[in-house]
């Protein structure tokens, strides 16, 4: 940040706001002349509220720090989407799944040391997701894996490999029916058939580390889609693995990949589509994607 731009929001869960270590590195920035606000989130919504609060107007921050996990950040991204000048925004892990920030090369024990080395470099504008009015910075999951919380067995790991996070969507190793749905994305994307589930990406990963969406770039305008059948698991784990493996857009055996600006899923009755965690439930859901929406504080490569 140059000299005009010295002020920085931190909004922090529980857990960051009381680590020691981020602490000093708050004390430090502001000994050279950043002005820090701190405000400590309580309950859901909290995140939202801070960031639109102090983001927007004249008076507004210059940088959103969102110290929390996938949640609290998809809360600060749905409010600095609404205004009408968005200040830069970063990431301190200190949730589960930290999937974004991890896609970014932001790992927990290191985080807090290289924080004050974000602000020295000029931030790198990503695009965001939107689906049904809402925002989401990582990850959208529709149907059955937004439902489904069982664990993949040991044995079905050291089959899929880093596949196996589907387990936890496959209604044929739970019994549970599938989705019927149609997805349209024009003459690049037309699919009709029971789904098993779909992931939609902005950024790679999800899961607590699964690399569900190997081909997505966070700043190539597009959103990467893949669609999975309700099939046998051995035969969905397979095609799963050539897929990741693979790592571009493609057809992988029943099992769809594509890169696409804007579509549109449409099921027969109403399910829940989870959008970086947040659950929206709905028949028809059109997603697209907002390219280079929101400058980020990137840690240099």
């Known amino acids: 940040m140059n000299d005009e731009r010295t002020t920085v929001l931190l909004i922090m869960n529980g857990e960051a706001a009381a680590d020691d270590e981020l602490r000093e590195t708050v004390a430090h920035i502001r000994d050279r002349g950043f002005e820090i ?28 720090v969102a110290c929390g996990g996938d949640g609290t950040l998809n809360e600060v991204i749905n409010a600095v989407m609404k205004l009408d000048e968005r200040p830069m925004i970063g990431g301190l892990p200190y949730g589960t799944g930290n999937d974004f920030l991890r896609g970014l090369g932001i790992e927990p024990r290191h985080a807090v040391e290289q924080f004050e080395t974000w602000l020295d470099i000029p931030p790198t504008a990503i695009d965001v997701g939107f689906a049904n009015g809402t925002y989401f910075l990582n990850m959208a999951s529709a149907g059955i894996a937004a439902e489904v919380t069982a664990e993949a067995s040991r044995e079905f790991k050291e089959v899929a490999g880093s596949f196996a996070y589907f387990v936890r969507a496959i209604p044929a190793a739970f019994d549970i029916p599938a989705h019927r749905a149609k997805i349209s994305g024009g003459e690049e994307l037309d699919w009709t058939g029971d789904l098993a589930f779909c992931f939609v990406g902005n950024g790679q990963q999800s ?39 693979a790592e571009a857009p493609g057809d992988y055996g029943p099992l769809v990949y594509r890169q696409i600006e804007a579509f549109s899923v449409q099921f027969e009755e109403t399910v829940p589509m989870n959008l970086d965690g947040e659950p929206v439930d709905g028949e028809r859901f059109e997603f697209r994607a907002m390219p280079e929406a929101i400058r980020f504080l990137v840690p240099p490569a």
């Open 37 to 64: 606000e701190v405000r400590v989130t309580w309950e859901s919504g909290d995140a939202h509220r801070y960031a639109a609060e102090f983001g927007g107007g004249s008076s507004g921050v210059d940088a959103i």
């Open 207 to 245: 899961g607590g580390g699964w690399r569900i969406c190997p081909a997505a770039r966070l700043n190539d305008g597009l959103l990467d889609v893949v669609i999975v059948p309700s099939m046998p698991l051995r035969e969905m784990a397979r095609h799963g693995r050539e897929m990741v493996k």
